[in-house]
């Protein structure tokens, strides 16, 4: 995409299927930073940069993080830092939630052999009470 492309708050809301009024949360929170136009600058303006910073919010908030997790990695991409350090703060996070994943299918699992332990325990049960009557 063409770094002097510029986009509305209706184009970024239809291309990423969100409401406007998400977008304006992404801004709030520091995400985004659209220049502002018209009387009273009313209108929003945003960048290529903004929509790839867009882009990289749903695709961290589709991997589970946090908006805050997510604006820390995202503006360590803005920097003109190594990019070393950036990487293992990316790769400590991600190990992170993938603990916090990998705890949760444990506890979903368990959750799930009990279900089929009381499933195989109420068949039999209503076996016996078919087998009487």
Do not use: C, W
């Not at 350090?85 to 992170?96: D, G, I, S, Y």
């Amino acid at each position: 995409m063409p770094t002097n492309t510029t986009f509305t708050i209706s184009d970024l809301a239809r291309e990423f299927d969100l409401t406007t009024r998400a977008i304006r949360f992404y801004e709030d929170m520091g995400l985004l930073q659209p220049e502002r136009s018209g009387p009273g600058g009313r209108n929003r303006v945003y960048s290529s940069r903004d929509r790839t910073r867009l882009k990289l919010t749903l695709r961290a908030k589709r991997l589970g993080l946090s908006l805050t997790e997510a604006k820390d990695i995202i503006d360590m991409y803005d920097s003109p830092r190594d990019t070393g350090p950036q990487l293992r703060k990316f790769l400590t996070v991600l190990a992170e939630h993938r603990r916090q994943l990998e705890e949760q299918m444990a506890e979903l699992q368990a959750n799930l052999d009990e279900v089929k332990t009381h499933e195989r325990e109420a068949r039999a049960l209503l076996g016996k009470f078919e087998k009487r009557a």
